[in-house]
C-alpha cells in the first residue's frame, strides 16, 4: 500500500461532552479530507467469480429513496439492502463463504473439520450456514447482548453454540483457545498478531458487495458515488470499502464509518491516533458492540477513512422504522447507515461537516444497509 497523499494532519473533533443525541448537540465526529489522496492494492479478481458459482448468489437490491435525498439535501440517495444475501439477513455470508472455500482448498486432507468462530449474531449464523452445506461441523461462541432468537437461528443452522458471560472480545478470546485445544479451525472475522490469513479471506469476500454497488449504480445512471455510510463494528468491512474504492487510481468517494455511542472504538482511535480498545456499553446494535479494532483493518481505516461518527440507539432505532415505511427491511446495524448520514449532513455544524466530505446539492450517497429485521430482532416489532 502507498501514501500517495497530502500529510496534512487530520482534522478532529473530539466527542462533545453533551449526550449524542441531544437536541442541539453535535455528535461526537472525525473527518480527514485528505484521506480521499490514499491508495492501495485491490482485492482479487476472482471473488466475485466464485460468488456467482453459489447456488444462492444473486446482486441484492440497491433501492433509490428520492424522499431520503431531500431530507438529506443531496441529489439521490441509494440503500444497498443486505436483508437477503445467499439466503441469510445479512451480509456476512459473502465473507465467510469465500474464507471458508479457501481454508477447505489448502487443507492437506479431505477429512471433516470443525469451525469455530465468535460473534455478535450475524457473521456466526453465516459460518454456521456455510458448514452444514459443506458437510462441515461449527461451534459458535455468542456474546452476551445477542437476542435469544438471534442464537437459536444459530442453532438451527446445526451449529453447536456457547453462550458467553461476557462481551464481544471475551467471546473472541475463547473461541481462539477452543480452536486451539480442540484442534479445529477458527474462522474469525477479526485479526490480531499472528492470526491475520482467515480474516483477511473474510474482508476479501466482501469486495463483491462493493462490485455489485459499481453496477447497480450505472444501471440507475448515477454520474459517480460521492458518499457511502458503512456500519462498523471491528471494521472489516469499512477496510473492505476502503481496499475497494482507495485502490482504483482516481480520487474516490468519501467515506463515512458510523458506529454506536456504546460501542466506537473506530472513533476513539481516529480521533487517538491510534488503535484503542473501548469498554463497549449495551447497545441494540447488537452487531456493531464491538470494543476493539482488528488488527488488520486499524491501519487501512486510518489511512482511507475520510470520517466518523456515532449515533445513538435512539437514532438507530428512528433510522429502522423510517426504513421499514420506504419498503426497506433493515435491522439496527443496518439502519444505522441512515442514522450516521442523518448526523453528518443535518443539525447542527452540518455546513461544515458537508464541506469536510467534499458534498454538493446534487451528490450521489450509498447507505450500506447490512442486515434485515430478521437478522437481529432489537426494534423488529
Given at each position: 500500500?502507498?501514501?500517495?497523499?497530502?500529510?496534512?494532519e487530520s482534522r478532529?473533533?473530539?466527542?462533545?461532552t453533551a449526550?449524542?443525541?441531544a437536541?442541539?448537540?453535535?455528535?461526537?465526529?472525525?473527518a480527514?479530507?485528505?484521506?480521499?489522496?490514499?491508495?492501495?492494492?485491490?482485492?482479487?479478481?476472482?471473488v466475485?467469480?466464485?460468488?456467482?458459482?453459489?447456488?444462492?448468489?444473486?446482486?441484492?437490491?440497491l433501492?433509490?429513496l428520492?424522499?431520503?435525498?431531500a431530507?438529506?439535501?443531496?441529489?439521490?440517495?441509494?440503500?444497498?439492502?443486505?436483508?437477503?444475501?445467499?439466503?441469510l439477513?445479512?451480509?456476512?455470508?459473502?465473507?465467510?463463504?469465500?474464507?471458508?472455500?479457501?481454508?477447505?482448498?489448502?487443507?492437506?486432507?479431505?477429512a471433516?473439520?470443525?469451525?469455530?468462530t465468535a460473534?455478535?449474531?450475524?457473521?456466526?449464523?453465516?459460518?454456521a450456514?456455510?458448514?452444514?452445506?459443506?458437510?462441515?461441523?461449527?461451534?459458535?461462541?455468542?456474546?452476551?447482548?445477542?437476542h435469544?432468537?438471534?442464537?437459536?437461528?444459530?442453532?438451527?443452522?446445526?451449529?453447536?453454540?456457547?453462550?458467553?458471560?461476557?462481551?464481544?472480545?471475551?467471546?473472541?478470546?475463547?473461541?481462539?483457545?477452543?480452536a486451539?485445544?480442540?484442534?479445529?479451525?477458527?474462522?474469525?472475522?477479526m485479526?490480531?498478531?499472528?492470526?491475520?490469513?482467515?480474516?483477511?479471506?473474510?474482508v476479501e469476500?466482501?469486495?463483491?458487495l462493493?462490485?455489485?454497488v459499481?453496477?447497480?449504480?450505472?444501471?440507475a445512471?448515477?454520474?459517480?458515488?460521492?458518499?457511502?455510510?458503512?456500519?462498523v463494528?471491528?471494521?472489516?468491512?469499512?477496510?473492505?470499502?476502503?481496499?475497494?474504492?482507495?485502490?482504483?487510481?482516481?480520487?474516490?468517494?468519501?467515506l463515512?464509518?458510523?458506529?454506536?455511542?456504546?460501542?466506537?472504538?473506530?472513533?476513539?482511535?481516529?480521533?487517538?491516533?491510534?488503535?484503542?480498545?473501548?469498554?463497549?456499553?449495551?447497545?441494540?446494535m447488537?452487531?456493531?458492540?464491538?470494543?476493539?479494532?482488528?488488527?488488520?483493518?486499524?491501519?487501512?481505516?486510518?489511512?482511507?477513512?475520510?470520517a466518523?461518527?456515532?449515533?445513538?440507539?435512539?437514532?438507530a432505532?428512528a433510522a429502522?422504522?423510517?426504513?421499514?415505511?420506504?419498503?426497506?427491511?433493515?435491522?439496527?446495524?443496518?439502519?444505522?447507515?441512515?442514522?450516521?448520514?442523518?448526523?453528518a449532513?443535518?443539525?447542527a455544524g452540518?455546513?461544515?461537516?458537508?464541506?469536510?466530505?467534499?458534498?454538493g446539492?446534487?451528490?450521489?450517497v450509498?447507505?450500506?444497509?447490512?442486515?434485515?429485521?430478521?437478522?437481529?430482532?432489537?426494534?423488529?416489532a
Amino acid at each position: 500500500m502507498t501514501d500517495t497523499g497530502s500529510t496534512t494532519e487530520s482534522r478532529t473533533t473530539s466527542p462533545h461532552t453533551a449526550a449524542p443525541g441531544a437536541p442541539g448537540a453535535p455528535p461526537a465526529w472525525y473527518a480527514r479530507p485528505a484521506a480521499r489522496e490514499w491508495s492501495c492494492a485491490p482485492a482479487p479478481a476472482d471473488v466475485g467469480a466464485f460468488h456467482a458459482t453459489l447456488p444462492e448468489y444473486a446482486p441484492t437490491p440497491l433501492t433509490e429513496l428520492p424522499s431520503l435525498a431531500a431530507e438529506l439535501g443531496v441529489g439521490r440517495v441509494f440503500v444497498k439492502d443486505e436483508s437477503a444475501r445467499l439466503g441469510l439477513p445479512a451480509f456476512k455470508a459473502l465473507g465467510a463463504s469465500w474464507a471458508v472455500h479457501r481454508v477447505l482448498a489448502e487443507r492437506a486432507s479431505d477429512a471433516p473439520v470443525e469451525l469455530v468462530t465468535a460473534t455478535d449474531g450475524n457473521h456466526g449464523r453465516a459460518v454456521a450456514r456455510i458448514a452444514r452445506q459443506l458437510g462441515q461441523r461449527a461451534h459458535v461462541f455468542v456474546s452476551q447482548g445477542v437476542h435469544p432468537g438471534a442464537a437459536a437461528a444459530i442453532e438451527g443452522e446445526g451449529a453447536r453454540v456457547t453462550r458467553v458471560a461476557g462481551d464481544y472480545d471475551r467471546a473472541v478470546r475463547e473461541a481462539a483457545a477452543a480452536a486451539r485445544a480442540q484442534g479445529s479451525v477458527l474462522v474469525q472475522d477479526m485479526a490480531w498478531e499472528g492470526y491475520e490469513e482467515v480474516p483477511a479471506r473474510i474482508v476479501e469476500g466482501y469486495s463483491t458487495l462493493f462490485a455489485e454497488v459499481d453496477g447497480q449504480l450505472a444501471d440507475a445512471g448515477a454520474d459517480g458515488l460521492d458518499l457511502m455510510a458503512v456500519p462498523v463494528g471491528v471494521g472489516s468491512l469499512a477496510q473492505a470499502a476502503v481496499t475497494h474504492y482507495r485502490s482504483r487510481g482516481a480520487r474516490g468517494p468519501a467515506l463515512l464509518a458510523v458506529e454506536p455511542t456504546e460501542a466506537a472504538p473506530a472513533l476513539a482511535s481516529l480521533v487517538r491516533g491510534e488503535s484503542v480498545p473501548v469498554v463497549a456499553g449495551e447497545t441494540v446494535m447488537a452487531g456493531l458492540n464491538c470494543g476493539t479494532l482488528s488488527g488488520l483493518a486499524w491501519p487501512v481505516l486510518r489511512a482511507g477513512l475520510d470520517a466518523a461518527v456515532a449515533v445513538p440507539d435512539a437514532e438507530a432505532l428512528a433510522a429502522v422504522g423510517d426504513l421499514r415505511a420506504l419498503g426497506v427491511s433493515s435491522g439496527p446495524c443496518g439502519a444505522a447507515a441512515l442514522a450516521g448520514a442523518r448526523a453528518a449532513l443535518t443539525g447542527a455544524g452540518a455546513r461544515g461537516r458537508r464541506a469536510e466530505l467534499g458534498l454538493g446539492a446534487g451528490a450521489t450517497v450509498v447507505l450500506l444497509s447490512t442486515e434485515g429485521t430478521a437478522a437481529n430482532p432489537h426494534g423488529a416489532a
